[in-house]
Every structure is written in structure tokens, then in C-alpha cells.
């Protein structure tokens, strides 16, 4: 039963233009979901995070949406630069643990290649 | 700083032998992950320890071996591994009183089992 889902596994843009990342989610306990950026051989970058009261979190190019009552995300990456291509995956959490730990659960990912 | 380290950042070994992953933070992050990843898959966690403690099993084998010495260490001892163990393994750490719920993950160890 795959909860958190990323129904595109690739994703191809022009440099500069907007990027569009989707994930969809169907435990209506998760109240906290975060992206992070992979390259190759390297472990998992953090990006950018979203508490589910909220509906939008902005930092710089990359602003995260939240749908609750569609149970649905999404990453936007504006403008978009080669240095993006990477694989991308959505996470989502329902609480933390005692102390403090967080159990996440990622999204299969999504390639996006940034065409020059 | 938001460095997590890993080593070796490469280890082959047999069937047989017993090797130690280890991992290491210094953000005063209490909670401390181990997550398996296999190609073009997801991470899929291990182990989580808060406070040192171990918190969370996901029923993985007796032959992976988690330890937290201290709160900035973390290690995973190995030990009779089978070829299908064979992957990237990460650390990741989070929290700080009130804020760092997000984790954050360590380069990794790639793991080959002959």
C-alpha cells in the first residue's frame, strides 16, 4: 500500500521555464511534508518543507503547495536551471515520534531533466 | 552547518566477514536514522534512535546491528550479509528542541556483498 505517491517517474523542462512536481498522498494523518533533491550516488538533499496548516511555503526558486482536501502537493521550481536535474522526492510524516524522531515516508521520485 | 558524515564511502565484503557503518553529526540533532536505498527505489528506513534510544525496528534481519554510542554517533554493524543487502545505505539526522523536524541525510555508504 504505497501512501505517498509520485505518479510521474520522469519530468523534462526548458532551462528557465517553470518545473512542476507532483505528489499525492492518501494517509489523512500526515500533517508534515518535506522534499528533497538526489543526485547519483549521493544521499538525499533537503529543499523545502510544508506543515499542514499551512497551504504554501516559499524560499527562494522553490515554493511547495498543499491541497488538503485533495490530498495533494506540489514542488514548483522557477526558473528552472540544469543544475535542478536531479531526482526528486516527495516525503510525508504524521507526527512525530516520542522525542521528537520523525517517520517518513517517501514517494517512488521523479527524474526532471533541465534542457539548455 | 547541516553536515551529516558517512564512512567508508565505499565497502565490499563477503558473506562471511563483519564490517561497521558509521555516521556522525554535530547540530545537536537527538533523533538519528538508518535507511536502506536501493536503485531507482525510494529510501527505506531501518532504524530510528531518539535520545539514544532505539525507537523504531522495521523488522529488519539480526544481522544488521544499529548502535548509538553517543548523541552525534551512529553506527550499523554488519555481519553475515547476503548479496540482496547489497545497496546505498544512509544516515540521516533531525531535531533540535522545537525546530529541524526535517532530516537531514548523509552522503551514504555504498554497500556491495560478494
Known amino acids: 500500500d504505497q501512501q505517498v505517491k509520485q505518479n510521474s517517474p520522469s519530468l523534462s523542462v526548458q532551462e528557465g521555464r517553470i518545473s512542476i512536481l507532483n505528489c499525492d498522498y492518501t494517509?489523512?494523518?500526515?500533517?508534515?511534508f518535506l522534499w528533497y533533491k538526489k543526485y547519483p550516488a549521493e544521499g538525499p538533499t533537503f529543499l523545502i518543507s510544508i506543515s499542514s496548516i499551512k497551504d504554501k511555503n516559499e524560499d527562494g526558486r522553490f515554493t511547495v503547495f498543499l491541497n488538503k482536501s485533495a490530498k495533494h502537493l506540489s514542488l514548483h521550481i522557477v526558473p528552472s536551471q540544469p543544475g535542478d536535474s536531479a531526482v526528486y522526492f516527495c516525503a510525508a510524516s504524521s507526527g512525530t515520534l516520542n522525542q521528537g524522531a520523525q517517520k517518513l515516508v517517501f514517494g517512488q521520485g521523479t527524474r526532471l531533466t533541465i534542457n539548455p | 552547518d547541516t553536515e551529516v558524515t558517512q564512512t567508508p564511502k565505499h565497502l565490499v565484503m563477503g558473506m562471511t566477514n563483519k564490517k561497521s557503518l558509521k555516521c556522525e553529526q554535530h547540530m545537536g540533532h537527538r533523533a538519528m536514522y538508518w535507511y536502506k536505498q536501493k536503485a531507482k527505489k525510494p529510501p527505506e528506513l531501518m532504524f530510528v534512535?531518539?535520545?539514544?534510544?532505539?525507537?523504531i525496528n522495521e523488522s529488519v534481519p539480526s544481522r544488521f546491528s544499529p548502535e548509538c554510542p553517543n548523541s552525534s554517533l551512529l553506527n550499523l554493524h554488519l555481519h553475515a550479509l547476503q548479496p540482496e543487502d547489497s545497496a546505498l545505505y544512509l544516515c540521516?539526522?533531525?531535531?533540535?528542541?522545537?525546530?529541524?523536524?526535517?532530516?537531514?541525510f548523509g552522503p551514504g555508504t555504498r554497500l556491495t556483498v560478494t
Open positions: 534512535y531518539s535520545y539514544e534510544k532505539l525507537s
Open positions: 494517509n489523512s494523518m500526515f500533517d508534515y
Open positions: 540521516a539526522s533531525s531535531f533540535r528542541q522545537g525546530r529541524d523536524y526535517e532530516q537531514y
